[in-house]
């Protein structure tokens, strides 16, 4: 902040009556002007968790009360959780389904073993601190042996109704060191749906003690609360008390906004179960309330810049619900100042390592890759939130291999690369080197640096920044990232805010000296630790495609995942500065081929490519081109089915595609290329969206009018439906032709349309 600036701060404050302030930013402004470095601790009033906008505050002054916005202490202990997981279990395991109806049977849940210390070895080994399970989920079907309801395992076979799932994964999480969470969904469908259920009942509201007395199963916890509440809010207060005393320390407490159903305009009166939980397990947070906020999308999306000091409308201290939070931009300077509170509230990152919350089989149900779930832990944790991970257990009551495999392999990658900080033996401010988060350093508009010097040169690419929240807040919202080079400075990349956690990823460099520059910030900003690290890129596969104009492009390859897709390349995000070899002239890339860059053109052959790092080559990708497309145009088809239209088997993308109607007498494509072309065969590409339309018999026509058709060649595809990878077909004869006409014959398995992902011709 400038001396002119902090002037002019001051007089608005003065103005405002805060004398108090005042008189201490007249203090800092002596010190600015007498001295280099601000030796003040940078807090000129008391910090909250919840602070209130007057009317009469001006820009500055909300960017000051923002900078003394702090998490509470249980809110900062789930921050320091970092990776969690999530556990979703239930009917919906044995049913295949996403979302239950409520009716279902229980017996269906036909539970013959469960494995939660293989759940919770697994989970460790992942560096995973806490596991939130679904104790119940919107079917209203329970977990553990709960007093007030007979839908859930008591009615199920699992050892003969005695079974108590909650219980078994208590007991692990201690063995093994894990904190404890429930989801107790305060959707219930069985409720909604059962004739006696008591959601949305319309019963009237009235005082009733919680817990409510059941014969023969009395509290341990002898602790009651009295509450005004309908039927449902009893139901569902007496289950949290049950959660909260008989299965030992709860950290978490989570919630969400899910209403599959709703009737006779039930409400949830979560004042009352705000104040039952912070009185049974003090060191819960609660998510989707107050406490922990959704990231806005369930597919391990991050934003840029994750900052937890939020804008309310109103108290979020009083408030009964909240809303989702979803948009891009939903705590900049600009949302902060429409706010008529400030509020810490920190974000969970929550996805899914299969496709879907719940288990449904092991040879559809793709896992996410390596790759994909170590990225989103740096994005998440190292963007200021915490990583919350949803692991299925399979119908055996484990983990299913694949899931084990990635997690052990997320854990070692983690520990390997964080385990170890390589500024352990570097100079510069202790308060900052010290790895101690209580610690820290304040930096002002003059000292807005920190330096760190090691004896001899190390080889980093990662850097972690972490502020001191629990003191001082978030203050920071752009930083630097500097290393000196050939005897000078180099910037090696900008980032925006720090908050808990930044960890600041770039390709590899070798220095003896860093330094971190603040840009720009709300106040004072307090450092409180810079640790360096290492992560060993591994040349992953690549990926090779050309786009309609003929410009080919090399990169990492995505994994595939269907579900809910968060956009990143993964490989590409975590394997920064890796080279990337290739070439079109047939032979194999070695360390002398050309480096990729850019985007080249390439009117037609074939790219062989090869990635490199740390002196290791990764696997051979090829890739055949046929002629660019761009001059192409579809000028006959028997019909399309209305989205699939015929444009999309043209147009270099694999995942569009041309789907004709109900089959007539035949289904056709017809393509004008631009010009003659020389031809000596083409690859089809099919669709692998589903198994309808695929070609396994066909013939290739041309023309020299587009009007009338001549023969090529017949050809034939087989296992299509198993295998639907592109193939290719050379003609006995080279042709040349500036029409050509693709017929199907026989479409596999019977089908009735015709589908193509992409027609390529081949010179």
Not at 14 to 37: D, E
Not at 376 to 386: A, D, H, L, M, Y
Not at 510 to 532: D, M, Q
Not at 685 to 706: A, F, R, W, Y
Request: proline share 4%; net charge neutral; hydrophobic share 35%.
């Amino acid at each position: 902040m400038t001396t002119i600036n902090l002037y002019r701060h001051t007089f608005s404050l003065f103005h405002r009556g805060l004398r108090a302030v005042f008189f201490i930013y007249m203090f800092l402004l002596l010190i600015s002007c007498t001295q280099n470095k601000v030796e003040i601790d940078s807090l000129v009033m008391p910090v909250s968790n919840t602070i209130k906008i007057d009317g009469d505050d001006t820009n500055d002054s909300i960017l000051l009360k923002a900078a003394h916005i702090i998490p509470t202490p249980n809110q900062y202990e789930a921050l320091k959780n970092e990776f969690i997981a999530f556990i979703h279990f239930g009917p919906n395991t044995f049913t295949r389904m996403e979302w239950g109806n409520g009716m279902e049977d229980p017996k269906i849940f036909n539970l013959q073993k469960l494995n939660t210390d293989q759940w919770c070895k697994t989970m460790a080994a992942a560096q995973m601190k806490m596991v939130i399970i679904t104790v119940k989920h919107h079917d209203g079907f329970v977990l553990w042996q709960s007093r007030y309801t007979k839908h859930g395992i008591m009615s199920t076979p699992f050892k003969n109704g005695k079974g108590d799932i909650l219980k078994e994964l208590s007991a692990s999480c201690k063995k093994y060191g894990l904190k404890l969470g429930v989801y107790l969904s305060p959707a219930d469908l069985f409720q909604i749906e059962n004739k006696d259920g008591l959601y949305g009942n319309l019963s009237e509201y009235s005082e009733r003690t919680i817990p409510r007395a059941v014969e023969g199963r009395p509290f341990k916890n002898k602790t009651t609360f009295k509450f005004k509440v309908d039927d449902y809010n009893e139901y569902f207060l007496n289950q949290l008390f049950e959660l909260l005393t008989e299965y030992g320390s709860i950290d978490e407490v989570w919630f969400d906004g899910a209403h599959p159903k709703r009737k006779g305009g039930q409400t949830y009166n979560y004042m009352a179960w705000k104040q039952l939980i912070t009185t049974l397990a003090p060191k819960a947070v609660i998510y989707g309330k107050q406490d922990i906020r959704w990231c806005g999308n369930e597919a391990g999306g991050t934003r840029d810049s994750e900052f937890n000091v939020m804008p309310y409308a109103e108290n979020p201290q009083e408030m009964n619900s909240f809303a989702d939070i979803t948009g891009e931009d939903i705590a900049s300077k600009e949302k902060l100042y429409e706010a008529k509170y400030l509020h810490y509230q920190q974000a969970e990152t929550n996805t899914s390592i299969r496709e879907g919350w719940f288990y449904r089989d092991d040879d559809k149900q793709k896992v996410r890759s390596v790759d994909d779930v170590f990225d989103i832990f740096e994005r998440s944790v190292g963007g200021n939130s915490t990583f919350l991970l949803n692991i299925p257990p399979n119908r055996d009551g484990k983990f299913s291999d694949e899931d084990v495999k990635v997690l052990n392999e997320v854990g070692k990658r983690i520990q390997e690369t964080y385990g170890k900080n390589l500024f352990e033996k570097a100079t510069g401010s202790n308060n900052v080197l010290d790895e101690d988060l209580s610690s820290f350093e304040v930096l002002d508009s003059v000292n807005n640096e920190i330096i760190i010097t090691i004896k001899d040169p190390i080889k980093i690419n990662r850097i972690v920044l972490q502020e001191a929240i629990a003191t001082h807040g978030e203050r920071v919202e752009k930083h630097a990232l500097d290393a000196w080079i050939d005897n000078a400075w180099k910037e090696i990349l900008t980032a925006t805010n720090i908050g808990y956690k930044r960890i600041l990823r770039f390709p590899e460099v070798n220095s003896n000296k860093f330094r971190i520059r603040i840009l720009e910030s709300r106040f004072y900003p307090a450092i409180s630790n810079v640790t360096a690290h290492y992560y060993k890129p591994k040349p992953p596969q690549l990926a090779i495609t050309r786009d309609i104009n003929g410009f080919v492009s090399i990169h990492p390859k995505r994994h595939d995942f269907g579900w809910k897709p968060h956009g990143e390349n993964a490989s590409e995000n975590i394997n920064s500065g890796i080279k990337m070899r290739y070439t079109t002239d047939g032979n194999e890339p070695t360390s002398d081929s050309e480096i990729y860059i850019e985007p080249f053109l390439l009117e037609s052959g074939e790219v062989k490519a090869k990635a490199e790092a740390n002196d290791e080559k990764g696997s051979l990708t090829m890739q055949l081109f046929g002629i660019v497309k761009k001059d192409w145009k579809v000028i006959g088809e028997d019909n399309s089915s209305g989205k699939h239209s015929s444009k999309y088997a043209i147009d270099e993308n694999s995942k569009t595609y041309w789907q004709s109607g109900p089959k007539n007498d035949l289904n056709f494509i017809s393509i004008d290329l631009g010009k003659a072309q020389n031809i000596k065969g083409f690859i089809y590409t099919p669709q692998k969206e589903h198994n309808e339309g695929m070609i396994e018999k066909g013939v290739l026509k041309s023309s020299k009018d587009g009007k009338t058709w001549q023969l090529i060649d017949e050809f034939e595809f087989g296992n299509l439906i198993n295998d639907p990878t592109p193939r290719t077909h050379y003609f006995k004869e080279a042709i040349t032709t500036k029409y050509i006409r693709i017929e199907s014959k026989v479409i596999a398995g019977g089908g009735k349309t015709a589908a193509i992902s992409e027609i390529d011709l081949l010179q």
